[in-house]
């Protein structure tokens, strides 16, 4: 009986030591989440609060403009996941081959992620210039004059350049967990497809491939809701324009709330943000369970 208790009592000494921090998880993290997600049941008329159910949901699934930045939303996301993972993969790659001078170029690939988004941002509206902007000057110094455009102008190409910006400032850390993987993995394997006559491809897909699986699965489920919930950088480049044509979720919930005043209908699209990733983690840990389980 006592060796039982102290071997509880050893269990919970590590609880004294990660009180503050989950003290200050609640207090910065989980507490307002609730308290937004209250006020998206609740309506003040004249100072007097007063439950109105999931009005204010069926508002927010009855506008147009909220589809449309959903839309701009999942576009942005599963772009910017597929830009990071497939130039993430490439570079991760190359750095395992053991290049010469492996320290710099690992420097250099992990530069775009030591700026700030805010940052970055301000940088690419500089290329992006129609005028004097480098990628139109580039356009214009090889002879593709007709292909320049106001890229953060026009509705058709807003969005992509945005998206072309987040690729560019966030892939660099796919790349260092790709590689972290790709280094845990056993140099045997690589040495037996080599026996069987198995060239780079054949490496890659039965021994690279599979053994990252759980790592890709994880990192792109993670880069997928941080990215879902970005706001800076479509506020800063574009401010959801033109035309709405770069109009995410995150904007847009921003000019319900303080455009119109609104925060009751502007907690309630950020209720609907939680489900949508919610079901992206619920659909992570089904694939996650299926993986584990072959």
Known sequence: MALIKSKT???AEWMPFTLPAMLFLFAAGVLPLFVSLKMGFFEEMRGVESFVGLKHYAWAL????FWSATSHSFFFSGFTVLGHLVIGMGFALLLNRGIKALSFWRGVQFAPWLFPPAAVSVLWI????DQYGLLNEVLRG???ASWTTNWLGMPGTALVAVTITSIWNWYPFLTLTLLAGMQNIPGQLYEAVEVDGGGAWRKFWFITLP???PVILTICLLDFLWTFRFFDMAWIMTHGGPAKSSEVLATYVYKVAFHTYRFDRAAAIGGLIVIFMGVFAVLYLLAYK?????
Request: cysteine-free.
């Open 9 to 11: 009592l050893r269990k």
């Open 62 to 65: 009855n506008q147009k403009p």
């Open 126 to 129: 500089l290329i992006y210039q």
């Open 142 to 144: 090889v002879g593709l």
């Open 211 to 213: 053994h990252l699986l």
């Open 290 to 294: 299926r993986l584990e389980q072959k």
